[in-house]
Every structure is written in structure tokens, then in C-alpha cells.
């Protein structure tokens, strides 16, 4: 990366999202992320990639809603010059009984996790070029459901499995890359490693631990970098050995 990056993370005032944020921009990157309510923990985030050098542009957008995405996309190139880089990050945790699921719930996790993705690539395309980035985060779930209540969630998720393959094949020969990074067990305020299910899951781990933000990030960092330039189509799960 250089100084001249520009990066968009989607959902990036907290947890993964704010952690590839500040890796992206320790790697000399200016970004942009959006958030949808928590405006402290915006204005946090905006103020940590400030001070690690690189321009911020924190964008209050719903990813629920596609047209506040297309324009928090079109807002990062024209407030920062350009766009390199796209992490679809933005995410919600559905989980409960398959048939307690109502229509409005289905709609609002596809639009999150599947139509975001799609609909945020399709306008960052007009900005990207030659060694463009557009990396989405996943779940290890997708690969195996650890247990039940995830029907939607995991429905949701496998999509970025086949956008990933098959946009990937679509943007090489522009010189765009395209890869889905799938995290297990993050230490995260949605899923803390002290939280009331943290053995549970760490029984699942062959390394018997939580992930930290920072091992998601810098592996974004990495696929967003120059050394992974060759690295497309790409699913890279990190999951402590989960699905091992």
C-alpha cells in the first residue's frame, strides 16, 4: 500500500471492522468506513487512523439499505480521490430457532450479507482499477454449524462463498482482486472470550483460544497489500483450527 490508498471498510466503528481499519491505515492507507448508529465509537476509530497518519472519513450508512451504500461508496472517492480497496465487513449475528425466523428478519440479514456486498462492489468498480481490492468478511460457520439456530445466518453468510469465485474470474482480467476471509471465535464485543458461551467454543479450537481482531485484520492487511497481489478467489478461513 501507499500513500495514495484509499480504503472503504463497511461496519467498521467496532470490532473486526475497526480493527481492519486501523490496519489498513498503520499500512499507509487513507480510510473511509461506515457505521450505523454509534457515533463516539466512530469518531474513536476516525481519531486512531488519524493518528496513525492516514486520512479518515467516518460515513453514518445502513448497509441494509442500498442506496446509502452506493453513496457512502461514491462519497469515498470524491472526499478522498479515488477508491483501492473495498472490505464488505458490515454484519449482523441472526440466530434462534429455524422456524422463529419472520420474513422481515430473512430480508434484512440477505440485504447485510449477500445484497450489500454485490451492490457495494458494483459501485466501487466505477472507481477501481488496475490492482483494485475487494476482500469480504465470512464465518468458519459456513463450513460447519458448531450448532443449531443458524439457519439464516449461515444461509446469509455461504453466499460471499460463490460471489467471491465467481467476481474474482470476472474482475482478473481488469487486474482486480477478490477474496473472502472467514473468521471463527473473535474476542469481540458481539462474542467476547470471557462471554457466557466462550468455553464452548473454545472447546471447538485446536489451538483452545479466541482470535483477536488483529489477526483478521492483518491477514486483510496482507490480501489488500502488494504481496497479495496474486492471491484471488481466494476463501481464507482463520479460525484457530475450528474447522479443522
Keep these: 500500500m501507499t500513500s495514495s490508498t484509499v480504503a472503504l471498510v463497511t461496519g467498521a466503528s467496532r470490532g473486526i471492522g475497526a480493527a481492519i ?3 489498513l491505515a498503520g499500512n499507509g492507507a487513507d480510510v473511509a468506513f461506515t457505521y450505523q448508529r454509534d457515533e463516539i465509537a466512530a469518531k474513536a476509530v476516525a481519531a486512531d487512523i488519524e ?19 452506493v453513496a457512502a461508496v461514491d462519497r469515498t472517492a470524491r472526499e478522498l480521490g479515488g477508491l483501492d480497496v473495498l472490505v464488505n465487513n458490515a454484519g449482523i449475528f441472526p440466530a434462534k430457532p429455524y422456524e422463529e425466523f419472520t420474513v422481515a428478519e430473512i430480508d434484512r440479514a440477505l440485504n447485510i450479507h ?24 465470512g464465518s468458519n460457520l459456513t463450513d460447519r454449524a458448531l450448532f443449531g439456530g443458524l439457519a439464516l445466518y449461515n444461509l446469509s453468510k455461504s453466499a460471499l462463498n460463490g460471489y467471491t469465485k465467481a467476481l474474482a474470474r470476472e474482475l482478473g482480467p481488469r487486474g482486480i482482486t477478490v477474496n ?49 497481489r496474486s492471491v484471488t478467489g481466494a476463501v481464507v478461513t482463520i479460525d484457530g483450527g475450528v474447522n479443522a
Aim: charged share 20%; aromatic share 4%.
Design 180 to 228: 473472502l476471509v472467514q473468521p471463527g471465535p473473535t474476542d469481540t464485543d458481539m462474542n467476547p472470550a470471557d462471554g457466557e458461551n466462550a468455553d464452548g467454543l473454545r472447546q471447538f479450537s485446536a489451538l483452545g483460544r479466541y482470535g483477536a481482531t488483529t489477526d483478521v485484520a492483518d491477514l486483510v492487511a496482507f490480501l489488500a497489500g502488494p504481496s497479495g
Design 114 to 137: 449477500a445484497r450489500a456486498p454485490f451492490v457495494a462492489g458494483q459501485a466501487a468498480l466505477a472507481h477501481l482499477g488496475e490492482g483494485g481490492r475487494i476482500i469480504s468478511i
Design 51 to 69: 493518528a496513525l497518519g492516514g486520512r479518515a472519513l467516518p460515513i453514518r450508512a445502513d448497509s441494509a439499505d442500498a442506496a446509502q451504500l
Design 21 to 23: 481499519a486501523r490496519a
